[in-house]
């Protein structure tokens, strides 16, 4: 099972959404941050489960899908996956590799 480490900026990003939701409705806020932490659970056991980021060319970065947003990872070591992004919206990605801030 590897190890996930979240980076400042992808915790933000969650806690960010979740407010935004929350403005409208508390429950579904809770349900979607639930989402993603389900999401980032899979990747513990199964590491190559995302998709290479296209437009990169980098395989250690990789992506999950989670509705209308995703979760931008990095494939540290064998055993430790970096969360760099929080969940994003695909028409506004811009990715910074924060593998070396985490």
Not at 56 to 62: K, P
Not at 75 to 93: F, H, Q
Request: hydrophobic share 40%; with cysteine; aromatic share 6%.
């Amino acid at each position: 099972m590897a190890e996930v480490i979240w980076s400042p900026r992808a915790i933000k990003d969650i806690s960010e959404i979740a407010g935004y939701i929350a403005k409208e409705s508390l429950q579904y806020a809770e349900k979607q941050a639930g989402l993603f932490s389900k999401k980032v659970s899979i990747l513990k056991n199964h590491l190559l489960s995302g998709k290479m980021v296209s437009g990169l060319g980098v395989n250690t970065i990789r992506q999950i899908l989670c509705g209308h947003y995703r979760i931008i990872y990095e494939l540290l070591t064998e055993n430790k996956i970096g969360i760099l992004t929080g969940p994003i919206n695909p028409d506004c990605l811009k990715i910074i590799q924060l593998s070396k801030n985490i």
